[in-house]
């Protein structure tokens, strides 16, 4: 996960502003506002799966020209090592896809 300074200032302010009573634990208050602050970060691939953009090590193009017909893929490398293809067909948008991924993690893929 990346901390931001924005993540540490609401950390902070939460941690040092706690107000509820001393069985409270102030780093799970702190730990909480940080993530309520986040937005959700999950990005729907497809039906069935749904990935988190903060995972993604890269995102490439696979366009092959084949005999018998061509495929335009987005192939996506997660942090893990697992990938995932996406075929860009009638039922998935994969360039749609990318553009979520691209704005979810600020453009740096």
Not at 5 to 15: H, K, L, P, Q, W
Not at 81 to 97: K, M
Request: glycine share 6%; proline share 3%.
């Amino acid at each position: 996960m990346n901390v931001t300074e924005r993540d540490i200032a609401i950390f902070r302010a939460a941690f040092y502003n706690n107000t509820g009573d001393e069985t409270d634990d102030p780093i799970e208050i702190g730990l909480r506002a940080v993530f309520a602050a986040r937005p959700s970060c999950f990005v729907r691939i497809d039906a069935e799966r749904q990935i988190n953009p903060a995972d993604v090590s890269a995102m490439v193009w696979d366009r092959r020209f084949y005999m018998n017909g061509s495929a335009t893929t987005l192939v996506i490398t997660m942090r893990d090592g697992s990938v995932h293809r996406l075929e860009n067909d009638a039922w998935t948008d994969a360039f749609a896809i990318e553009q979520k991924i691209q704005a979810a993690v600020g453009g740096v893929l």
